[in-house]
């Protein structure tokens, strides 16, 4: 060989290898050999690193399946074959293989692709998820639904479906659900567990300690050996392959095509690293599930400059420590969210009071009925997107028996990137109708910190007394993120039962605001007050209360509102239809106004919160802006409400 071009060749070879820039489908993968697909692993695994510590995201759990990703696409006819992710935040791989590469800078922005996968957005996409362990039932109804389809369309006989399954969402009552129905069928259905120990935080529960013995295909777990070993999944009528490598991509394309061959509902078990590929990440998995902005190369994260409020969580997690110092009874559950809700501090101080309970959000909510039955007094931390799984527990086992539970509702109004999936605006319409339950929603972490402790104070004196019968359900809801107040810890204050506070006095406008979204619409009155053209008119117009209560109301403060004032304005985070300010409403409909003020015309009520619609992705100054509920927008409402 010619001495320069032996020199050349290593670089002839890489301008000649298949690049990511070159998969614009995964028909384009297809082209390529084994061989070939290792170095493309590595530049897909490149990229989403690149992408996450530039703009933010879902990290660990999609590094984990950049082989699994390539495989699946490579050995199936995606999306002929319907491919489903569960949970979906492992599917940045999938997106970047399906066409969305160059959009992929917008991932999780204002007008950019979510972070989840979304039937909307590409074909590829076979089911919307984000919340976990909804996939195995969704394969399911697909392949159900091809048996009947290929009586009439040979076409369908063939497609495979299939479900992927990781960051512990096996482990939830749905997807057991799912694969308990999926083994009595001929479903042409094939679930991947991706295997990796871990949710956001480490898996709990006993099918994590089942799954470390089922060890490999020489220990005869494998369902093409005669002599496979029975274990769970066999025990649901799965064929089980496993436990295979899942970063190993020859072998896994090598099984997945044996299991292509074959029919019925079969799992594949494959173990991976969350994180793999980056060693910060892998080193600490649960920091590196999301871990905001960090260097490419190295993995070390931005340092943090800015040095305001902190978070409601942190604030949550640090109160709920000194509530379980003060009152023995006191216990604490989160559906896997120990870290994120900040509940890991009494977790740490106290492991056999405060628990995570996994992805299991139906299980935590009646596991604190019955401590409350027991006498304890259960703090149950979730997040409000989830509690809508938990609706019928919530009302059969917690309120229907009057139990003093107290739902410590996480993630409140709009929490920002993770979109329509995760924003926290339906619990209040679904909580206010609900008998027995009271709801307190704070408009600071200084509200909230007394919320907690009125909370456990109120369940020491009725306990004492004996009627722990009278309290009912609790809830306090509250926002993602940093607070307003620059010092809240401070000695702890209880909180009149139901009352709430008027904040200024006015004459024309009432602006009756629950949560906070007050300090929005206190910051967009100053600012009418102090501008030229509207300061005459503002000046004493406009009243604003912090109704604190969404239930029980404040009587004597809506007494106040109902009688003094011509338009009242209502402001929420939550959803308008049936929420906290239609419910005022009606509750005002009901009274009758003292004997002094009935000759008073009753006001015009406005509504203003989340409208009827999912509100997409995006920062939450974004969304909130773009729905006219900062400081901006309330500005220009309450402007034109003057001028009527």
């Known amino acids: 060989m010619d001495l320069k071009i032996m020199y050349l060749y290593p670089l002839i070879v890489l301008l000649l290898w298949p690049s990511l820039k070159d998969m614009n489908d995964p028909a384009s993968l297809r082209t390529l050999s084994v061989a070939e697909l290792p170095l493309l692993a590595q530049e897909l695994r490149d990229f989403i690193i690149e992408a996450v510590a530039t703009k933010e995201g879902h990290l660990g759990a999609s590094l984990g399946v950049v082989e699994l990703t390539l495989a699946l696409h490579y050995v199936f006819n995606t999306p002929t074959d319907p491919l489903i992710w569960d949970v979906g935040h492992q599917a940045y791989g999938h997106k970047i293989l399906t066409g969305r590469r160059e959009a992929f800078e917008t991932n999780r922005q204002w007008r950019g692709i979510s972070g989840f996968p979304a039937r909307e957005e590409s074909r590829y996409d076979a089911f919307g998820v984000g919340h976990s362990s909804t996939g195995v039932s969704a394969g399911l109804g697909m392949a159900l639904a091809a048996l009947e389809t290929e009586k009439t369309d040979q076409t369908a006989l063939n497609r495979d479906h299939i479900v992927v399954v990781g960051d512990a969402a096996i482990a939830s009552g749905m997807a057991l659900e799912g694969l308990n129905h999926a083994g009595a069928t001929k479903a042409n259905l094939l679930v991947i567990l991706n295997d990796n120990q871990m949710g956001i935080d480490p898996a709990v529960g006993a099918l994590k300690?089942?799954?470390?013995?089922?060890?490999?295909?020489?220990?005869?777990?494998?369902?093409?050996?005669?002599?496979?070993?029975?274990?769970?999944?066999?025990?649901?009528?799965?064929?089980?392959?496993?436990?295979?490598?899942?970063?190993?991509?020859?072998?896994?394309?090598?099984?997945?095509?044996?299991?292509?061959?074959?029919?019925?509902?079969?799992?594949?078990?494959?173990?991976?690293?969350?994180?793999?590929?980056l060693p910060l990440a892998e080193a600490d998995q649960v920091t590196y599930h999301a871990p905001g902005k960090f260097n490419a190369q190295t993995g070390q994260r931005n340092p943090k400059t800015a040095t305001g409020p902190a978070k409601y969580q942190e604030v949550f997690g640090k109160t709920m420590?000194?509530?379980?110092?003060?009152?023995?009874?006191?216990?604490?559950?989160?559906?896997?969210?120990?870290?994120?809700?900040?509940?890991?501090?009494?977790?740490?101080?106290?492991?056999?009071?405060?628990?995570?309970?996994?992805?299991?959000?139906?299980?935590?909510?009646?596991?604190?009925?019955?401590?409350?039955?027991?006498?304890k007094l259960p703090y149950c931390a979730i997040y409000s997107t989830f509690l809508q799984r938990a609706y019928d527990q919530l009302i059969h086992d917690v309120a229907l028996q009057q139990l003093p539970v107290v739902f410590c509702i996480d993630r409140a109004g709009l929490v920002g990137q993770d979109g329509a999936t995760h924003h926290g605006v339906?619990?209040?319409?679904?909580?206010?109708?609900?008998?027995?339950?009271?709801?307190?929603?704070?408009?600071?972490?200084?509200?909230?910190?007394?919320?907690?402790?009125?909370?456990?104070?109120?369940?020491?004196?009725?306990?004492?007394?004996?009627?722990?019968?009278?309290?009912?359900?609790?809830?306090?809801?509250y926002p993602r993120g940093a607070g307003v107040l620059d010092q809240w810890e401070k000695p702890f204050e209880a909180m009149p039962f139901g009352k709430g506070l008027r904040h200024k006095k006015g004459t024309k406008i009432a602006v009756v605001c629950l949560g906070p979204l007050k300090h929005a619409a206190m910051t967009a009155i100053t600012a009418l007050e102090k501008h030229a053209e509207t300061a005459q008119q503002a000046q004493g117009a406009f009243g604003v209360y912090d109704m604190i209560y969404a239930k029980p109301f404040d009587s004597a403060l809506v007494q106040e509102i109902l009688s003094q004032y011509s338009c009242v304005v209502t402001l929420e985070d939550g959803v308008i239809q049936g929420g906290f300010g239609q419910s005022l409403a009606a509750y005002c409909n009901t009274i009758p106004l003292e004997k002094e003020r009935q000759n008073h015309t009753p006001p015009k009520f406005i509504h203003l919160g989340i409208p009827d619609q999912f509100v997409s992705h995006g920062k939450p100054e974004v969304l909130y802006a773009q729905l006219g509920l900062d400081a901006s927008g309330l500005t220009e409402t309450f402007r034109k409400l003057l001028d009527e």
């Open 209 to 277: 300690q089942h799954f470390k013995k089922l060890v490999g295909p020489k220990d005869h777990n494998n369902a093409m050996d005669a002599k496979a070993t029975p274990n769970f999944f066999t025990a649901l009528g799965f064929a089980y392959t496993g436990v295979v490598d899942g970063h190993d991509l020859p072998t896994l394309i090598a099984t997945l095509k044996a299991l292509k061959a074959q029919k019925g509902p079969r799992l594949l078990h494959i173990k991976t690293t969350k994180g793999k590929g």
């Open 321 to 375: 420590l000194e509530l379980a110092a003060m009152f023995p009874e006191l216990m604490a559950i989160t559906p896997a969210m120990p870290t994120g809700s900040s509940l890991k501090y009494m977790m740490d101080a106290y492991p056999s009071r405060a628990l995570d309970v996994g992805i299991a959000e139906q299980h935590a909510v009646t596991l604190a009925a019955g401590m409350a039955v027991a006498g």
């Open 426 to 477: 339906f619990d209040l319409a679904f909580l206010l109708p609900i008998p027995h339950i009271s709801i307190a929603v704070p408009s600071d972490e200084g509200q909230l910190r007394n919320l907690l402790y009125t909370a456990a104070q109120q369940h020491a004196t009725h306990k004492a007394a004996g009627t722990l019968d009278k309290i009912g359900p609790i809830a306090i809801r």
